[in-house]
């Protein structure tokens, strides 16, 4: 930063400024008891109302990116920033009901209803009782499950599909601004999956929150980021549009670039 040039340092000031910047990360490392680091330097902006997919492998430090964002985890070193607010000036509790989280294994309650699930953190927040209902109806809507249809069935009188449909309707359900998405789609059957990535990829369009995105399919990450930032062995080592990530010469993007190139081939063929 004190080498950078004025237009660089004109650039890094506007990312910091609180209307374009949602979440920051500034030289944040992560490291466990034992002393292994499985995070380290990362300098990452996330720009309000931006799909941001993190890429990599299993074990590359994506979803502990996200658990420092809800402060699941604390950075060992560095700062977390949520909405221009340091971790640590976030009651924790707050800070997570206003951040949708939706997991690859949805986590939806199984004594609760389809409805009930949903009205949960609406619930907590003391919503009054017809609010919460319009909201539940909403976001139902919003995920292609009619509500006289869905909303006093059980987890286990859902398919796979409708699971993961309520699980995202439950992060929505609150009206949060920031999403965190960790492999969300990834238990799906092809199909299922397909379809729930295109639709998706709408909603988020008509949506416009800011959403971070765990993903190791690189086909995935193309379809619904605004950005990719690629992670490997607890570090970013690249960050790119769509666009511009199938045309770098990087090495390290090249070898997923191949990949989701050669599956098309196949495909073809």
């Known amino acids: ?31 466990v008891l034992s002393g292994k680091v499985l995070l380290s330097g990362l300098d990452l902006v996330v720009r309000r109302g931006e799909t941001l997919m993190l890429l990599g492998r299993s074990g590359s430090g994506k979803t502990t990116c996200l658990k420092l964002i809800n402060r699941l985890l604390v950075p060992s070193k560095g700062e977390v920033l949520v ?16 951040i949708g989280y ?24 003391n919503w009054d009782r017809q609010r919460i209902a319009d909201r539940v109806e909403e976001v ?20 796979g599909g409708q699971r993961q449909r309520v699980g995202l309707a439950r992060a929505l359900a609150a009206e949060p601004p920031i999403l965190l998405m ?3 789609f990834g238990a799906l059957d092809p199909i299922t999956r397909s379809e729930i990535q295109l639709e ?16 190791h399919d690189v086909g995935e990450a193309l379809m619904l980021g605004d950005r990719i930032a690629l992670m490997e062995e607890g570090k970013m080592v690249s960050i ?9 010469s990087d090495a390290a993007v090249q070898d997923y670039v191949k990949v989701f190139r050669t599956a098309g081939q196949m495909f073809r063929n």
Do not use: C
């Open 1 to 31: 930063m004190r080498n950078a040039g004025p237009a660089l340092r004109l650039l890094i000031k506007k990312m910091r400024d609180k209307s374009i910047s949602a979440i920051e990360f500034r030289d944040v490392e992560y490291r």
């Open 83 to 98: 909405e221009s607010r340091l971790g640590n000036d976030w009651d924790p509790i707050q800070l997570r009901r206003g």
């Open 102 to 125: 939706a997991i690859q294994d949805v986590g939806l309650f199984p004594h609760y209803t389809v409805w009930e699930n949903i009205a949960l953190v609406p619930k907590l927040e």
């Open 140 to 159: 139902l809507r919003l995920v292609g499950l009619p509500s006289r249809e869905f909303a006093t069935r059980y987890p286990n009188q859902l398919s």
């Open 182 to 184: 960790d492999e969300p």
């Open 200 to 215: 998706f990829k709408k909603l988020k369009e008509e949506l416009k929150k800011t959403i971070v995105f765990v993903t």
């Open 240 to 248: 790119h549009t769509p666009e511009e990530f199938l045309r770098t």
